[in-house]
């Protein structure tokens, strides 16, 4: 019987510590958190089983590690084989504009796009 | 406090079960996920039922001061929780989302998970997937929650398990000595920060922790057997450091094993896990970097005295800064036995050797030495420092008679 005393409040103090950090809001802002929000709304265009092709443009291709998490369980790929029918660029916000009209020009259809303060995100289909 | 004990670490051995089970179902690609789930939940209480059945059995000692007991595990499970979320990130540390979050995300997708098999860069697939597969598991099993709350949940319970077990293990010997202990883990702020980051390396160091304590249990040896097995399994099937603990501690207990004729429980614990370890390895898992990039060049290495210096220095730094309490107590237990003419204990030379190793494993390492120091040194002497603790805490004298003549030992000859 007294043993159900130990094991209830390491029950407890294990509930307490999963609530506490479930409804935790004051995280230290992370580099991820900044991506999550640049990618908000690109995971409803793509379905589960897609398979990415991951460019950068002013920006360090290292990034590719921390969005290939919020694309999960897509795989998110620096290869651009046959085997990737989307590309995701990300570049730095001031090439916006050439990044645009190089796509247009290249007919590829933009399936969705977002920037924030710094990066601009596009992602694009090669089925026209 | 065998009873407690067995239940706490039989905790961490149903994870390890839940996420193996898991995973082979992931073989059966037309399996509903309900069967898995039900399978699961329902091996559960049979698990802990035979579990209790065993635990019976125990002539277990009355903890005698409930009261005290139950106020000063409140007051310490309050710190250490407190400091964990207050530490916690929202995604954990690099390692989390790189490497043990994003596999799980995959494991807990039916159709798309082997897509993370062609994560190579930095996503390490090669890793076993204890972690990943719990979390997989009950990520689904609660609806698609967030990984990373699943993630924090299991991280978070294998941090509160060590200073509990090793507080119910010291505490039939000393109420004091088992307080000092639960406040040694509740200020060290660097295992709570490890705890909290969701790595990996907490839940080797509870696994490696469990296999030694469940081999020196005196009493029904033989389910502590089945129990330690199943520990050294779970190394494995955690990190691919774990695989190297086990077969240290194989070499260190084999002999035990065989002339005390406890191998068969041992490897009737270890089977399963080390099974589904082999056919993840075998038939999934790519090359190990670190065994695959060995050639010629690495074992030059060996003479290059640069190299042990440098590993020398991160260790000496890392065992100062992150585990200073630690290395005063091991100076005062080598002090001890020199004064008292005593050979340390054979744990203790077990995790010694433990820490040799990843010292040459450093010293052939093909990776750049300065980084790989840098990103990992002080994670793996935390894998080790609960069974250090352990092993210190372990030969203070049990004040039970039959116990107490049971701990006599020597070195092997």
């Known amino acids: 019987m007294k043993l159900t005393y ?35 709304g690109a995971d409803t265009v793509l379905p589960e089983g897609t398979n990415i092709s991951f460019s950068t443009i002013g920006v360090p291709v290292d990034l590719q590690t921390r969005i290939r998490y919020i694309f999960a369980p897509r795989l998110l790929s620096l290869s651009n084989t046959s085997l990737y029918d989307t590309l995701l660029t990300v570049s730095s916000l001031h090439k ?33 | 406090m065998q009873r407690i ?25 037309f399996l509903p996920f309900a069967v898995t789930a039900i399978v699961i939940l329902f091996s559960f209480p049979a698990f802990f039922w035979y579990a209790r059945q ?60 082997k897509k993370m098999l062609l994560n190579t860069k930095n996503g390490h697939p090669d890793y ?39 507080f119910m293990q010291t505490l039939r010997k000393s109420f004091i000595l088992a307080i000092v202990l639960l406040w040694f883990f509740a200020t060290d702020t660097f295992y709570i920060a490890r705890g ?58 084999v002999r035990q094993l065989f002339i005390q004729r406890l191998l068969k429980p041992f490897v009737l614990g270890a089977i399963f896990p080390v099974t589904v370890f082999v056919f993840f390895k075998v038939v999934y898992a790519p090359a190990n970097d670190m065994v695959g990039g060995q050639n010629i ?25 992150k585990f200073g309490t630690l290395k005063i107590l091991v100076l005062l237990y080598l002090s001890y036995h020199l004064l008292k003419r005593k050979m340390p204990d054979k744990q203790f030379f ?28 002080d994670r793996l002497l935390h894998q080790l420092m609960p069974a250090m603790v352990y092993a210190l805490v372990s030969v203070y004298p049990d004040p039970r008679p039959h116990i107490a003549a049971d701990q006599q030992w020597t070195m092997p000859e």
């Open chain 1, 6 to 40: 130990i094991i209830a409040i390491l029950i407890l103090a294990f509930m307490n510590g999963v609530y506490q950090y479930s409804v935790k809001k004051d995280f230290k802002p992370s580099e991820l958190d900044k991506y999550v929000t640049g990618m908000r």
């Open chain 1, 96 to 128: 916006k504009d050439s990044i645009l009209d190089a796509f247009n020009a290249d007919g590829s259809r933009i399936i969705w796009q977002n920037q924030d303060t710094t990066h601009f995100y596009i992602l694009s289909s090669k089925h026209k």
């Open chain 2, 5 to 29: 004990t067995l239940y706490l670490i039989a905790s961490g051995i149903a994870a390890c079960i839940a996420s193996m089970l898991y995973f082979l179902s992931l073989q059966l690609a």
């Open chain 2, 54 to 113: 065993q635990a019976l059995l125990f002539r277990d000692d009355e903890i005698r001061m409930i009261l005290p007991v139950v106020i000063v595990l409140f007051i310490f499970l309050s710190t250490i929780t407190g400091k964990t979320i207050a530490i916690a990130e929202r995604y954990g540390e690099w390692d989390a989302w790189a490497i043990w979050n994003l596999q799980a995300k995959y494991l807990a997708d039916p159709i798309h998970w």
């Open chain 2, 128 to 166: 076993p997937l204890l972690v990943p597969g719990i979390i997989a598991f009950f990520t689904r099993l609660l609806g698609n929650a967030r990984v990373e709350v699943v993630s924090f949940a299991f991280s978070f319970w294998i941090a509160v398990l060590i200073p509990v077990v090793l």
């Open chain 2, 196 to 253: 909290a980051s969701m790595y990996a390396d907490t839940t080797l160091a509870f696994f490696f922790m469990a296999a030694l304590i469940s081999v020196r249990q005196q009493e029904n040896k033989y389910l502590w057997h089945i129990v330690a097995g199943a520990c050294i399994g779970g190394c494995s099937w955690t990190k691919n450091e774990g695989v190297v603990l086990s077969l240290i501690f194989l070499a260190f207990y």
């Open chain 2, 297 to 321: 060049h690495t074992l030059q290495q060996l003479l290059d005295t640069s190299r042990y210096q440098l590993i020398y220095r991160y260790f000496t730094d890392n065992i100062q800064q």
């Open chain 2, 350 to 377: 077990l995790v010694s050797i433990c820490l040799a190793t990843y010292f040459i494993i450093y010293v052939l390492s093909v990776q750049d030495l300065e980084w790989h120091l840098s990103t990992s040194a």
